[in-house]
């Protein structure tokens, strides 16, 4: 934690600095990264409203380039709030740094733009978010960047995939919208055997649920946007990982200047305050939603880590605290328009995109995501029109229980 920035508190009586090092997640959330007497003695960090950061006098300017003093410089590089969420981020991975971004696949690109040439190739767990899979396939590939997919789950196809020219080895755990769960200790073996880097993208399981940098990950990114702002109102996006590891990714940040503005890390971090209440709320209604529905009989299957039928239930009880507020599951005998029935007769859940937030939204990935294309494609990522994606929020799990069974018995 940092040095008190204002001079009431250097007197020998005031509150010392919080030291990080053993406190618990939901205690580093609501005080890690945060100066403890702030500007105007607030107990909230201010809104700093900045494009660029002044000095006193030229010397000033001097000193600050020849001593690489830790201060601001100009908006594109960094503002105080963003460093404050940085910290707090980087603080609840038990991480040495972090990387902040506008949204979550500005993380992804800059991260992957930062650390691949030309000539490099990655391995993908192939369910991974579209957009991710997108921009490694048509743009990435531009530079000459080739992406190879392998069968999530499959670390055997993933170790024989690699060449001297691989670079990273990538996965989401659990992915979206199968909720598969990657064996963090196979995986990150696989990269230290072959002196491979290795990122999760574990946006659905948050740093309540999932420990990948404590596993060995070296890059974990989140869209910020789901559980981390938690309440449906911003886009945001972070990489955490080792500091020297991040230097690249943080100078390339100044030059992309996908950044945020002081008023929406505001709205993250006064989202981060209540994270470990709303992730606990998110992981019982959950599992209460993923139950219900398992005993449906209009269900055909469901897809959820915490639930002993989940094909990855052994590997998430290994590495997971909790299994997250996403629930897929599948209509009987439905097609794609009795499953729209279902999710029109739904009245808790918002039809939406996204998840992680406080009120529960509900999609049907075939219409949502993968309307354009083909049948035959919608089979080969997995997604039969009959599927059903509800991300529960932080209402009342019966509520939502009682919801989603009137649109089941409609
Ligand atoms: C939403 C999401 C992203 C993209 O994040 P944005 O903040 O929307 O840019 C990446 N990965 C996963 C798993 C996501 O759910």
Redesign the pocket.
């Known amino acids: 934690m940092t040095t008190p920035s204002s001079s009431s508190a250097d007197s020998s009586r005031s509150q010392g600095p919080l030291s990080a090092g053993d406190l618990k997640l939901g205690t580093l959330a609501v005080h890690a990264g945060e100066a403890r007497q702030k500007p105007g003695d607030s107990i909230t960090d201010p809104v700093f409203c900045a494009s660029t950061f002044t000095f006193a006098d030229t010397q000033a300017v001097i000193d600050y380039i020849e001593q690489e003093q830790p201060r601001e410089e100009y908006g594109r590089y960094g503002n105080p709030g963003e460093r404050v969420a940085e910290r707090k981020l980087a603080a609840l991975e038990n991480a040495e740094d972090a990387v902040l971004y506008g ?4 993380a ?1 690109v800059g991260l992957l733009m930062a650390k691949l040439n030309a000539g490099d190739e990655v391995i993908f767990f192939d369910e991974c ?1 579209h ?2 899979r997108e921009f490694c396939g048509k743009h990435l590939s531009r530079f000459g960047v080739t992406t190879r997919q392998v069968k999530t789950g499959d670390y055997d196809a993933m170790e024989a995939a690699i060449t001297p020219a691989t670079k990273m080895l990538i996965s ?1 755990s659990p992915t ?1 919208p199968h909720l598969s769960c990657i064996d963090l200790e196979k995986f990150v073996d696989i990269g230290q055997r072959h002196g491979v880097e290795t990122l999760i ?1 574990a ?2 399981a948050t740093p309540y649920n999932l420990r990948p940098i404590d596993a060995g990950v070296d890059y974990v990114l989140h ?4 559980y981390l702002g938690g309440h449906n109102d911003l ?3 972070v990489v955490v990982g080792g500091k020297e590891a991040l230097e690249p990714v943080r100078n390339l940040r100044g030059i992309m200047g996908a950044i945020n503005g002081p008023q929406n890390v505001y709205l993250l971090l006064r989202g981060l305050k209540t994270f470990e209440l709303r992730m606990q709320r998110h992981n019982d209604n959950g599992m209460l939603v993923a139950e219900f529905l398992e005993n449906h009989p209009r269900v055909e299957r469901v897809y959820y880590p915490g639930l002993a039928s989940h094909p990855y239930h052994e590997i998430a009880r290994k590495t997971m605290r909790g299994y997250g507020g996403l629930v897929t599951f599948l209509l009987k005998d439905a097609d794609w328009r009795a499953t729209a029935d279902v999710i029109d007769a739904a009245k808790i859940p918002r039809i939406a995109p ?2 992680g937030g406080v009120e529960s939204l509900i999609e049907q990935p075939m219409v949502m995501s993968y309307y354009k294309l083909t049948p035959e494609e919608r089979q080969t990522f997995g997604i039969p029109d009959n599927m059903i994606r509800m991300a529960c929020g932080i209402e009342d799990g019966e509520d939502l229980v009682a919801d989603l069974s009137q649109a089941l018995d409609r």
Request: no cysteine; aromatic share 4%; hydrophobic share 35%.
């Open positions: 949204s979550g696949m500005a992804i978010y957009r991710s989401e979206n993208d946006t659905l869209s910020a946007t789901k886009l945001a996006g996204s998840l």
